[in-house]
């Protein structure tokens, strides 16, 4: 019994330590959270929390590789001028605004406070731009689609059609391909979690625009991450690139 | 006094010139004077034991004075004049008998106190000593036998043409004199052309001019003038300016109706220290077509005059709209939220063509798949197709030498105007400085030889410039506008861009390291406009401000529809500016270029004008010789209400250009306004003239004014001072007071 108690103490004494790890602000020195941009364009990732849905934080999900990996192919195929590192930021965070280009991966778990709801509304009808990735399945949907809800009540989600303009402003992705997680290829299979069929959706604003760009039953951050893998297929990371790429060159140019 | 004592009157004084009829010299009478004033004083001398030295001087002085006045009168002292001949001369009087003489107060009108003036004054004196011919002015000038034939209230003033009229009339005898009658109230266009007073001057006939009516009439509200463009940009908000006339402080309420729906209501301030005030007023987008605008003012209790509450102007909103070529050499956000502030809009199509790759353009708001499908245009016809450029972070070398030319003429010759955008290719960084673009820039760019862009945030001001300019207006109240710019969020970077040049104006303005530099600058440039906006970070207005705060937006918008609001287009239809407009015949000149821009003067030109009774008429025209390229046509517009003017054009290589004009014709609207009597006109005619203003009080003096001024046959005589009262009563005087010095003294 003894030993039961103290095994106990000792499983929380870790817990808290590594999640203050994990939050402290000195283990993200190495990236600028908040700094004045010395470039156009920031690849910058949502840190949001998941209410505990998990044991470690799902934004950090491929990271800082994927973005690594992603940045130096948006600086070689495009003219935009490219910050090489990537940027953390929070929904509560002032410096927000400033960054009109977010990422955000695993939003299966994403939970928003009322607050970040209403902050990250006002980000999206200002002009800002959001790309979620990498969740699956009809639980992590619906997980997704009510914390939107929290965002816009009123706005639905919608598929986005093949004529989209966000498919061909610079690569026509007229032939588009579900994009696998490594650890579903290494099942030797492209879905995980029963989402079986990738779909790419998005929540428009009044005038027709994409503000969310959704990537559903698809692991885009994987293909970035792993695009100097071998065992990663390189098709996929390519189309992966030209995901990306098309995201950001639409959201800097609707 | 003054006539009784010197025979003659002050004015009459004044004009004559004095001398002495006797022909004797002057030395004459004063060694007589010096001789009589010597006999006089030994005189006295003998008395000199007798009598006190003082008192001998006051008596040698009196007797030399005496002595003196009656040599003077020997010598014959006379005036000489010029007098106006009566007989011989004719005298035109203008009585002024436009609807603007009904207004009156205390139950009589004013011509109703001009007839009554002249009847019982002067004008028996002058029809018996001159050749009077009486005339009614209103819209003409027509001849009157006696004043009980007066015709119907005139719906015109055209005081200057009768005024040259009737000296015309009498050109061929001497006129002494003309007369005028009148309010002052002049509504007719000649009166308003200085030549006019050049031509009025050298008939060299004194024009005396009685004002009727009261200066200032306290109790009538009157909408003097509304200044407002005749065409406009779909969706874009124009300002009016409107000019009230106001007796007295106090308010109005103003209406504007756009047919019959109520589209601004507005209370207007008005101060008491000052007659007439100005007042803007900001209109609500409208629909394209062509908008008849009725501005009304409320009238104040006791008003007397309503129909100067009101004026209509026409408001053509076009249904084509203007075109903006933007070009960007790699994908950013200024571009994005530049896009998105003109999203929608009916006025602006914003065509975009972005350099999103090394080898590939993007491009937005094309009309069809061919445009721009070669880059930027590389021909003139092409590139002038556009009302304005915006270049962005684009460099120099991306274009030849042919191009840059092109654009640097697209200012000066085509009229259009360009914009140019901070960026680390942009402005002397994009290596603009070394092309023939940087002449037609406001500003001089730096030597490229460190780059002058910076991604450092700084904070915005409105320059003095600024405050006055429509651009960067988001607020009509000049308070709340400071405010709004104070308030603005900073912008995200900037760039040097060198010193403006003269002639330049500095709209906005950033401060960094304790030093003001030029951020938004314009200049006008041939027959153009360029701008240069030494940042790309305008986008923070919008990311940092609320969803709904449309400041952003407006700046771009405003900054966009003054670029192109400014541009002419290939074909433009001119129609005179019209105000009271009441006169039928209207004109409109039709201006033609072809696709270089160029004036395009063997274009079979035809107009057709539609109007109300059912006009239409159709009529080729032909090209000024004095100004190739601009076609001129005349037409009735006998009806109220709005003409329409369309005009077609063919070229020689059979390319049609069309385009419609629009103009009011109102009935009977121009003697309603300023029905205060016009005193400084009237001064102005008389003083012209070499006449002079009378009140109606002071007629009385017309007779002898007249016969004073040296116009018509004139004859020079003398007039005879010798026999003054004055000199009698001196002589007199002076006498009487030695007698009664001496009855005083004890030596009679």
């Known amino acids: 019994m003894r030993f039961v108690f103290w095994l106990i103490v000792a499983t929380c004494c870790v817990a808290i330590a590594r999640a203050q790890s994990v939050t402290s602000p000195d283990f993200y020195s190495g990236w600028s959270r908040i700094s004045d941009a010395k470039h156009e364009f920031s690849f910058t990732r949502l840190m949001y929390s998941d209410a505990g849905y998990s044991d470690w934080p799902r934004w950090q999900a491929d990271w800082p590789e994927a973005e690594t990996h992603f940045l130096q192919g948006l600086e070689r195929l495009t003219r935009i001028d490219t910050d090489p590192e990537g940027r953390l930021i929070r929904l509560n965070d002032p410096d927000l605004f400033d960054y009109p280009w977010i990422y955000a991966v695993e939003v299966g778990s994403l939970h928003v406070s009322e607050t970040e709801a209403a902050n990250l509304r006002e980000y999206l009808l200002r002009g800002g731009f959001l790309m979620v990735d990498d969740f699956h399945g009809p639980w992590q949907w619906q997980n997704f689609e009510d914390a939107m809800k929290q965002v816009f009540p009123e706005r ?56 969310v760009a959704i990537n559903f039953n698809m692991d885009m951050g994987d293909a970035w991450e792993h695009a100097d893998w071998p065992e990663y297929p390189e098709p996929y990371s390519a189309l992966a690139y030209r995901f990306g790429v098309n995201y950001i060159v639409y959201a800097m140019t609707h | 006094m003054f006539e009784f004592l010197f025979s003659q009157s002050p004015q009459t004084w004044q004009k004559g010139e004095f001398f002495f009829a006797s022909g004797w010299s002057l030395w004459a009478l004063a060694i007589c004077i010096i001789l009589v004033t010597g006999l006089s004083a030994s005189g006295l001398y003998r008395y000199r034991s007798a009598i006190k030295k003082s008192h001998l001087g006051i008596a040698w002085i009196l007797q030399s004075l005496v002595a003196s006045l009656i040599l003077l009168m020997l010598w014959q002292p006379s005036l000489r004049v010029n007098e106006v001949f009566d007989s011989e001369n004719r005298l035109s009087i203008l009585l002024d008998v436009s609807a603007s003489m009904s207004y009156g107060q205390n139950d009589t009108s004013r011509l109703q106190n001009a007839l009554i003036a002249l009847q019982k004054g002067p004008l028996a004196s002058l029809q018996k000593t001159f050749k009077t011919t009486i005339y009614a002015a209103s819209e003409d000038l027509q001849p009157l036998e006696s004043l009980q034939e007066l015709p119907a209230p005139g719906m015109q003033s055209n005081l200057g043409e009768s005024l040259i009229e009737s000296l015309e009339l009498a050109a061929r005898e001497p006129l002494a004199a003309v007369i005028l009658v009148s309010d002052g109230s002049d509504n007719g266009a000649i009166a308003a052309n200085p030549d006019w007073w050049n031509k009025l001057v050298q008939y060299d006939v004194p024009i005396h001019t009685v004002g009727i009516g009261r200066v200032k009439l306290p109790e009538d509200l009157e909408l003097l003038d509304v200044e407002l463009a005749s065409s406009s940009l779909a969706g874009s908000v124009e300002s009016a300016m409107l000019t009230l006339r106001h007796g007295r402080g106090g308010s109005a309420t103003l209406k504007v109706y756009d047919g019959n729906s109520l589209i601004v209501k507005q209370e207007l301030k008005l101060s008491g220290s000052s007659d007439e005030s100005s007042h803007s007023l900001e209109l609500p987008s409208l629909e394209p077509g062509v908008h008849e605008l009725r501005f009304a003012l409320e009238p104040w209790l006791g008003e007397l005059n309503l129909k100067n509450n009101q004026q209509k102007r026409l408001l053509h909103v076009a249904e084509q709209q203007r075109r903006v070529l933007y070009v960007e050499g790699e994908p950013r956000w200024e571009y994005k939220f530049i896009r998105r502030a003109l999203h929608n809009n009916p006025g602006i199509r914003l065509v975009s063509l972005l350099r999103t790759s090394p080898n590939k353009f993007y491009r937005q708001g094309i009309d069809s798949n061919d445009e721009l499908i070669d880059g930027f245009p590389t021909d003139r016809e092409s590139l002038y197709a556009y009302d304005a450029i915006v270049i962005g972070s684009f460099e120099a070398a991306q274009l030849d030498k042919h ?114 530099y030029p951020l938004l600058v314009q200049q006008r440039y041939g027959l153009g406009y360029s701008y240069v906006l030494a940042t790309a970070g305008t986008w923070r207005w919008q990311m940092q401000l609320p969803s709904d705060d449309q400041r952003h937006e407006t700046f771009w918008r405003q900054l966009l529809w003054s670029m192109v609001d400014s541009t002419p287009a290939r074909i433009e239809v001119n129609t005179q500016n019209y105000i009271h407009a009441d006169r039928s015949i209207k004109s409109a000149s039709i201006n033609l270029k072809n696709a270089r821009f160029e004036p395009l003067p063997n274009a079979e030109v035809t107009i057709s004008i539609d109007g109300p ?103 020079e005589h003398s007039l005879p001072l010798w026999n003054m009262p004055f000199f009698f009563l001196a002589i007199l005087l002076l006498k009487a007071t030695e007698w009664l010095l001496r009855l005083r003294w004890g030596r009679i």
């Open chain 1, 156 to 211: 639905p989600v919608v598929e986005l059609t093949d004529d989209d303009e966000i498919f061909h402003v610079l690569y026509d992705l007229d032939e588009r391909k579900q994009i696998p997680g490594l650890r579903a290829l290494r099942m030797g299979r492209t879905w995980e979690e029963g989402g079986n069929l990738p779909y790419w959706r998005g929540i428009m604003d009044d005038e027709g625009r994409v503000m």
């Open chain 2, 403 to 516: 191009q840059h030319d092109n654009l640097r003429d697209f200012v000066a010759s085509r009229g259009g105007s360009l914009l140019m955008l901070a960026g680390s290719e942009g402005l002397a960084d994009g290596g603009w400085g070394r092309t023939s673009v940087a002449s037609a820039l406001p500003v001089r760019l730096p030597d490229q030889i460190k780059p002058t862009f910076s991604r450092t945030k700084v904070k915005v001001e409105l320059s003095e410039s600024g405050h006055r300019s429509p651009i960067t207006k988001l607020s009509n109240n000049d308070e709340k506008n400071r405010q709004l710019w104070r308030e603005m969020p900073e912008i995200g970077n900037y760039q040097s861009s060198g010193e403006p040049k003269p002639g330049s104006h500095t709209l906005l303005e950033f401060e960094f390291d304790g030093r003001k």
């Open chain 2, 613 to 715: 009774g059912g006009l239409s008429k159709t009529s080729t025209l032909k090209s000024d010789p004095d100004q190739p390229g601009v076609y001129l046509a005349d037409f009735n517009a006998d009806e109220t209400g709005v003409y329409r003017i369309a005009a077609t054009a063919i070229d020689i290589n059979g390319e049609k250009l069309a385009e419609n004009g629009w103009v009011l014709q109102e009935g009977n609207v121009a003697e309603n306004f300023s029905q205060q009597q016009n005193k400084r006109w009237l001064e102005r005619v008389a003083m012209e003239t070499g006449g002079e203003y009378l009140s109606l009080n002071a007629l009385e003096n017309l007779p002898d004014l007249v016969r004073s001024k040296n116009a018509g046959i004139i004859r």
